[in-house]
């Protein structure tokens, strides 16, 4: 079970270099945002994996599928355009009276 843990640690700091490699080279620090979803979809294919054959476990022709689905619809996730800032903010009249 040790090794499922370090195995997906692994994976998921390779992950999160990655992410922030691609962050740094674009520019934009709105990436990690984005990242978070498929993150856990590394976790779960890399430990559902690396578990196959710790006590009985088998990856079957369902949990392949499962994996398979879940990662093709990540795709379908709308890209929004950033949101437009203002200059500056009436700060008591945003809260407004408490």
């Known amino acids: 079970m040790t090794r499922v843990f370090l195995v997906t640690g692994g994976a998921l700091l390779g992950y999160t270099a990655c992410g922030f490699l691609v962050s740094r080279i674009l520019g ?7 990242a978070w979803g498929p993150g856990f979809l590394v976790a779960a294919a890399v430990s559902l994996v690396a578990g196959a054959g710790v006590r009985g476990g088998s ?4 949990r392949a599928l499962l994996l398979f689905l879940a990662v093709a619809t990540s795709g379908c996730a709308a890209s929004m355009p950033p949101l437009k800032t203002v200059e500056k903010v009436d700060l008591a009249r945003f809260m407004g009276p408490w």
């Open 59 to 62: 990856m079957t022709t369902t």
């Open 28 to 34: 934009r620090n709105d990436i990690a945002d984005v």
